[in-house]
């Protein structure tokens, strides 16, 4: 039964024996499915064990199920302060202490929330690196990180390669990631976007739940973000906080970010830094254009520039008549007059002393 399940649980919680509260939580899920007070439950196992987008996601399962059970919104909100997602917890918090107002644990959070996003806009949190992002002044809080996402590509990763195949394109304002995932309800999908966490979970009555929590390379911005199900994928757009070249999907501690440089408005002639001489390069355009036509050539090559300077300039009689002379006489007549050659065939007329043969192939 679910509920003996759900004890014994609770029970290896309280011993602080996380890692069989979590595998006895996920054996009641398996049972009870349903039940949002299980997955707000095993949240809170996966944050003592520091698996913390994890914890969002059967937080945000919760929220889905029940979207009024409070511990829900404090697992969701707790987890998003440990990976720095202080925009996002506050957000949960506040609707979690709607609905828990006596509960002093999510006006301390809410506090502390407030308090790290004065300091991130005031830029006291840490130094600025070349790039201009934020690099935060807390070791542990960033070793912290680093061994999160680790561990949360590790096992999205394992999940991807027996669900879902998934790639993703950019723009200099958007990341675009598409899960491969055909014939979908959209009812069966949830997404949840965080400052630099997205949170995809498909569900589908009769089939294991497909988990996707990858901690992003770079920030994103919530609330311009959205998702679309299709017949044969899932495709989500994710609008970048600022203007940086995603080198990976994922979070990397070795790879820094690259500011993407935008073409500024209007046309310019591209610029040689080296060179100590201002070119006109209309002018010089100009130049050459008139340069060839003023070209005068010998021979075969001369009296082909000389047809061609005659049908470009010609009316679209005059290169009917060109084209049809020519094509019909096999290349012996050449005539710019339609009236003449329009309403019948144009006969060969090769050169005298010289006999005109067909070919046969």
């Not at 690259?258 to 610029?271: E, L, T, V, Y």
């Amino acid at each position: 039964m679910a509920s003996d399940l759900d004890k014994k649980a609770k029970e290896a919680f309280v011993d602080d024996d996380f890692s069989l509260a979590l595998l006895l939580y996920s054996q009641a899920i398996d049972l009870d499915p349903t039940n949002a007070d299980l997955f707000a439950d095993r949240a809170q196992a996966h944050i003592k064990l520091n698996n913390f987008t994890e914890a969002i996601s059967d937080a945000n399962k919760a929220i889905q199920l029940n979207p009024s059970l409070a511990k829900a919104y404090l697992r969701k909100g707790t987890a998003c302060v440990k990976l720095e997602e202080y925009h996002t917890a506050k957000t949960a918090l506040e609707i979690g202490a709607s609905f828990a107002q006596n509960d002093s644990r999510f006006s301390k959070l809410i506090k502390e929330c407030e308090r790290h996003i004065a300091e991130e806009s005031s830029g006291s949190t840490g130094a600025s690196s070349e790039n201009g992002s934020a690099v935060t002044s807390s070791p542990s809080t960033t070793e912290e990180a680093e061994r999160v996402s680790r561990v949360c590509q590790t096992n999205t990763d394992a999940s991807m390669r027996t669900k879902y195949r998934h790639e993703y394109y950019q723009k200099p304002e958007e990341v675009v990631l598409t899960i491969f995932a055909k014939g979908i309800p959209a009812k069966n999908v949830v997404v949840d976007f965080g400052e630099q966490i997205l949170s995809v979970t498909i569900d589908v009555p009769g089939q294991d739940a497909y988990h996707y929590q990858p901690r992003l390379f770079g920030k994103i911005l919530p609330n311009k973000c959205r998702f679309e199900v299709l017949s044969t994928k899932v495709e989500i757009r994710l609008a970048k906080a600022e203007s940086i070249n995603w080198t990976s999907f994922e979070y990397s501690k070795d790879v820094l970010p690259q500011k993407i440089n935008k073409p500024s408005n209007g046309s310019q002639r591209p610029a040689y830094p080296s060179s100590k001489l201002t070119r006109d390069w209309d002018k010089l355009e100009a130049q050459v254009k008139n340069e060839e036509k003023e070209e005068k050539l010998d021979g075969d090559a001369g009296l082909n520039k000389l047809f061609r300077d005659i049908f470009q300039n010609a009316d679209e009689d005059m290169r009917r008549a060109m084209t049809k002379s020519f094509v019909e006489s096999n290349g012996t007549v050449l005539s710019t007059d339609w009236k003449e050659v329009g309403s019948k065939k144009v006969e060969g007329s090769p050169p005298e002393g010289l006999e005109l043969k067909k070919w046969e192939y």
